[in-house]
């Protein structure tokens, strides 16, 4: 009524602006006043920058990109020099083409492990946290088990059972990571569950489906997202982790941790010179470091802008 | 009527991520000794700020901006009050609880979960009274001594007592320093020359290190073997929490003591909160809607338990709320308040009677009453953002009578009859 | 077509207590204990008491968003084919019995389920308590007031956007607020988009779930301005479920008062106000704080608190904080008895206070 009235004021000062835009447009402005958001976004699009053009900066040779060249069997790594402008590792493996190759691999490996477990987790969480009763008591119970073994353990012996390899650590990681978000989806879907405007949904007819597709996860998505993006990194780190124990891709493949693999002994060089190898773990070292940090830094930025408790109101 | 405490012109602002919320416009109230004075308005209207203000426990992001927060203990103020906005942290620990004990609205999340409700209500006792409580024990230990035969009990209980004077006079030389620094920076309080600010600071400190000294002096209390001379005192302050609890009406007050808060209903709860706030006799007792989440039966209860306590053992009571039915059942003066500024204060008689400024007299006229009517008028609009406040009089953009002038200056509150305070430039 | 649009007849919502490793069932929390309840077309019944008391329950229970333990709920059928299905469930031979049992499936509400429900969403509403619970904060204005239309099909897009603008009009907004988020609205404004979003199908009942008690004195004003403006208009029936005696007063035709899942009485507005017969329903009335200064009015103050719903006391409710109880009270359970008219009482000893 006369309540129009007043906000007319208002009204006119507002841009037509589509308000979803407007919305996101608020989101990034908070999200971009960060300083650390910005370093985590930096390093990230670097990385993507290089995972793209990766055969323009180091331009493949054989018939598979991801297998580093080496010119000549000579076990001692040399340093940088001219033709390998980061050095190389034993067998004169060449470091830059590794990294570079390397990073299209940590995004295949990060983000398709990171999809399928947000699939997994999402449709199994949803299961658990609306309908309840025995199919959450079943999940539930299996995600218990999932973490009662040790993870690095699981991962090793079921990457052997599997058969080493590349596809058998995404494989193995798809298969252990997904407990994680059902857990959380869960836990949102169960407090949202008793939101008064899911039940307005409800006396309005709406579906089960429609409940939880256009109320529930709209408003539950995000905090899965945020632990999401911080597992790209971890995952990386994890699969790095099994190369490193011998489980991952072969010897020579540009994989960073195989690299650091390769490089276990050349830690600490001759006496008279301790120093003299560390280009072979320092930089794929740093590498693996820098792109974790950029994703946590990242996640860390999402759950400042999307928790809603930092939100306006 | 003797002035209690008074604010003059306070400004308190929110530095929030969306702007500044200017939460409180200059906001002027005065509660004397003995009355029960009411702040009565819609949420968000700054009556909450208003008490956190004169506390001084505004939550960051907010500040004290403007203003002056007085004090009239008859201490050391000389009738002209202390200004509270201008002291120490520890000046205003000693005077919260002590002097004014604050309710809130959760009676659920005032309490300590973990700690049981006779802890709690101790520990009220223990910042607070001490020294009565340490002579009363003190007092029991010798009629023990006395009456009692058993040798190495006796010798005991005289290493006990030892114990507690020491204790008893360690806490007096600190009340009496304290009480030293305070007298001195009342004193300085209004001289502006580089010495005495020097001085001023100094004290400050001073007193803040002293606070530091007693607790660690505390903690000793706390350990092995050492605190079981403590027992003593605790039996004796839960004599006397058992007899607040009796008055406060709480059934079977011997048990209460040993439950924890999530076995009492919200009405016992806030019984237990206002046994906190008394347990030191405070001069002026907040109560921030204390009512508000409890049913009708159980808010008749507690209303009339603060009714009955205001006749017995608290001197004022400024009571906060939205109900105007409250008000008018409890208060003798009240503030009405709306986005920040204080409207008008009047007698409740003659607020409900005769109210002036336009906002309360829609307020009024929105509330349903007994008697039959038909339709309820309403006040159009709604309440302003606070970031972006409307100028002069906040309440023009919806008063039906708005004049050039409202939008353009403050209004002063000014006396329009005796006692009948109103900032609007309708009466002036 | 009868006049009552909703009878409820000796409905139970018990919720279970777990506990124990197995989550054995230990207890029932009592939330709706027997509730007899008749709601005439287009009048507007207050359901008043204390919280915990079982009347947001009673109400979610109609409109089917809990699922009733026990009891039948009839909506819109004629009084005759209730009566005959009440008599053949309540008879003693077993087979007229278990003939009851089959007509009473078709009509009672409780046991409609998926697609049968569907009409029923259109027929009943429900507005919340808190507006800021109760929209989707991710959803524009437009959808959270068409999501019933868009749930059950009702409509194509253009009428349906249509529809909305109607409806924001009618609750006393404009067309360009379709197009913002709930976050940007106060209270009151927010309290409107739901009452818009309740009235979008069309329903012929609502139920008013304590509407104005998130909001500010005037903003109530206006809110229940608007609320007997659309019943009058829309000829809606209303279930107004509150805590506040003197909102009910003021928007009631009749008032039921609940205590501990039961109903302690029920009667027209001036039944309940001018000729109190319940004890607890004097406290109640007593306890109000009336906003004149003038007028004091006696208070009863209640003792103690109102007792778990996992065990509530035997006899009737009441008993432990009535200061009339006596042995009776504390060993037979009253019925709701006709005092006058329309005027319902379940105490012992009304006739004698």
Not at chain 2, 109 to 124: M, R, W
Not at chain 3, 54 to 83: C, D, H, M, S
Not at chain 3, 184 to 212: H, K, W
Request: net charge positive.
């Amino acid at each position: 009524m006369n309540e129009t009235v007043v906000n007319e004021r208002e009204e006119k000062e507002k841009i037509a602006v589509h308000p979803r835009l407007q919305e996101f447009l608020f989101s990034t402005r908070r999200f971009l006043k960060n300083p650390l958001t910005i370093i985590g976004l930096v390093i990230i699009i670097l990385f993507a920058l290089i995972a793209v053009f990766a055969p323009l900066i180091a331009p493949p040779h054989g018939s598979d990109p991801y297998r580093i060249p080496h010119t000549g069997w000579k076990m001692t790594p040399s340093p940088p020099s001219d033709i390998h402008p980061l050095g190389t590792l034993e067998q004169q493996y060449d470091i830059f083409y590794g990294v570079v190759w390397g990073t299209r691999l940590a995004f295949r490996i990060g983000v398709t492990v990171v999809f399928a477990n947000l699939l997994i987790g999402i449709i199994l969480g949803a299961l658990a946290g609306y309908y309840g009763g025995i199919a959450d008591e079943i999940i539930m119970r299996i995600t218990d088990m999932f973490y009662a073994i040790p993870f690095l353990v699981a991962a090793m012996a079921l990457v052997v059972a599997i058969g080493r390899g590349l596809k058998a650590v995404i494989i193995v990681l798809i298969i252990l990571g997904w407990p994680t978000y059902t857990r959380v989806i869960r836990g949102e879907i169960l407090v949202l569950r008793e939101k008064d405007y899911i039940l307005a949904a409800r006396a309005g007819g709406a579906s089960s489906l429609r409940i939880i597709f256009k109320h529930i996860l709209p408003n539950s998505i995000y905090s899965v997202l945020i632990i999401a993006s911080m597992n790209i990194g971890t995952v990386v780190l994890t699969a790095a982790a099994l190369s490193f124990l011998g489980l991952g891709s072969e010897t020579g493949y540009a994989d960073w941790g195989q690299m650091v693999a390769m490089s276990r002994n050349w830690i600490v060089g001759p006496a008279d010179n301790r120093l003299a190898f560390w280009y072979v773990v320092i930089i794929p070292g740093f590498v693996i470091a820098m792109f974790v940090l950029g994703w946590n830094l990242l996640g860390d930025a999402a759950r400042d802008v999307f928790d809603p408790k930092m939100r306006r109101r | 009527m003797q002035k209690l405490i008074e604010a003059r012109d306070v400004y308190t602002n929110f530095f929030t991520f969306e702007g500044v919320v200017k939460a409180l416009n200059g906001v002027s109230i005065i509660v004397n000794q003995g009355e029960t004075y009411g702040l009565v308005g819609e949420s968000g209207c700054g009556k909450s700020v208003t008490v956190r203000s004169i506390m001084r426990i505004v939550q960051s992001p907010g500040r004290i901006v403007g203003g002056k927060i007085l004090l009239f203990l008859s201490r050391e103020d000389k009738g002209q009050g202390i200004d509270i906005l201008k002291r120490s942290e520890a000046y205003m620990e000693s005077i919260r609880g002590n002097d004014i004990s604050m309710i809130f609205q959760e009676a659920s999340t005032s309490l300590n979960p973990v700690l049981s409700i006779g802890y709690q209500v101790a520990e009220s006792f223990l910042l607070h009274r001490l020294d009565e409580m340490l002579k009363e024990t003190i007092d029991t230990l010798k009629a023990e001594i006395e009456s009692g035969k058993l040798f190495i009990t006796g010798w005991w209980k005289k290493f006990q007592g030892l114990l507690f004077k020491a204790e008893l006079k360690g806490l007096e030389r600190y009340t009496d320093m304290v009480a030293g620094i305070d007298r001195r920076l009342y004193e300085l309080e209004d001289s502006t020359d580089k010495i005495s600010i020097d001085e001023r600071n100094h004290l400050n400190r001073k007193r803040d290190r002293l606070k530091k000294t007693v607790f660690v002096v505390q903690c000793v209390r706390h350990l092995p073997f050492i605190k079981h001379y403590g027992k003593k005192l605790h039996k004796t302050i839960r004599i006397h929490v058992i007899d607040l609890l009796k008055e406060l009406g709480v059934p079977n007050p011997q048990n209460v003591p040993d439950m924890y808060p999530h076995e009492l209903s919200g009405g016992m709860q806030q019984r237990i909160v206002i046994a906190i706030a008394l347990a030191c006799h405070p001069k002026l007792l907040i109560a921030d809607e204390p009512t508000s989440n409890l049913d009708v039966t159980i808010q008749a209860q507690i209303i009339d338990l603060i009714k009955n306590l205001k006749s017995t053992s608290i001197a004022s009571v400024l009571f906060i709320t939205h109900d105007l039915g409250l008000v008018a059942e409890m208060c003798d003066r009240v503030t009405v308040m709306y986005a920040g500024d204080a409207c008008e204060t009047a007698a409740v008689k003659d607020l409900f009677k005769e109210p002036l400024h336009p906002y309360t007299k829609g307020l009024l006229r929105s509330v349903p009453k007994l008697k039959a009517q038909k339709e309820l008028e309403s006040i159009p609009g709604t309440v302003p953002n606070l970031i972006h406040p409307p100028s002069g009089c906040r309440f023009h953009p919806r008063c039906p009578h708005a004049k050039d002038i409202c939008s353009e200056d403050k209004p002063p509150l000014t006396e329009h009859s005796e006692g009948h305070f109103i900032a609007c430039y309708l009466y002036t | 077509m009868s006049n009552n649009i909703i009878e409820v007849r000796e409905l139970k919502k018990y919720y279970p207590v777990q506990g124990g490793v197995f989550k054995r069932h230990i207890a029932d929390v009592k939330a709706v204990d027997g509730v007899n309840l008749a709601i005439k077309k287009g009048e507007c019944l207050g359901l008043v008491g204390e919280s915990g008391c079982g009347k947001t329950t009673l109400g979610k229970t109609i409109l089917r968003l809990n699922q009733a333990t026990e009891g039948r709920i009839y909506f819109n059928e004629p009084e005759e084919k209730v009566e005959e299905v009440e008599k053949l469930l309540s008879s003693e031979s077993r087979e007229e019995r278990s003939r009851g049992q089959k007509l009473r499936q078709k009509i009672d509400i409780t046991k409609f389920y998926g697609r049968k429900l569907l009409p029923l969403r259109q027929k009943i509403q429900i507005v919340f308590q808190d507006p800021s619970n109760s929209l989707n904060p991710r959803m524009l204005v437009k959808g959270i007031i068409a999501e019933p239309l868009i749930a059950q099909k009702l409509m194509n897009a253009r009428e349906i956007e249509k529809r909305v603008i109607e409806l924001l009009y009618t609750v006393g907004m404009a067309k360009e607020h379709m197009m913002r988020y709930p976050h940007e609205f106060s209270g009151g404004q927010r309290q409107r988009i739901a009452i818009a979003r309740a009235l979008a199908t069309y329903p012929e009942f609502v139920l008013m779930d304590e509407p104005t008690s998130a909001l500010d004195v005037s903003v109530q004003a206006q809110i229940l301005n608007l609320l007997q403006k659309l019943q009058a208009d829309f000829k809606l029936t209303y279930l107004f479920v509150t805590h506040h005696l003197l909102v009910v007063k003021h928007i009631s035709n009749r008032i039921a008062v609940m205590y501990l899942g039961k109903i302690m009485e029920t009667g027209t507005t001036d039944d309940i106000f001018e000729d109190t017969h319940h004890p607890y329903t004097r406290a109640l009335l007593s306890a109000i704080p009336i906003p004149d200064p003038e007028t004091k009015m006696e208070k009863i103050i209640l003792t103690g608190d109102v007792p778990n719903p996992v065990n509530p006391p035997k006899g009737c409710r009441f008993n432990p904080r009535c200061k009339y109880a006596k042995t009776v009270c504390r060993e037979a359970e009253p019925e709701l008895e006709k005092a006058a008219g329309n005027h319902f009482v379940a105490c012992h000893r009304w006739k004698e206070l």
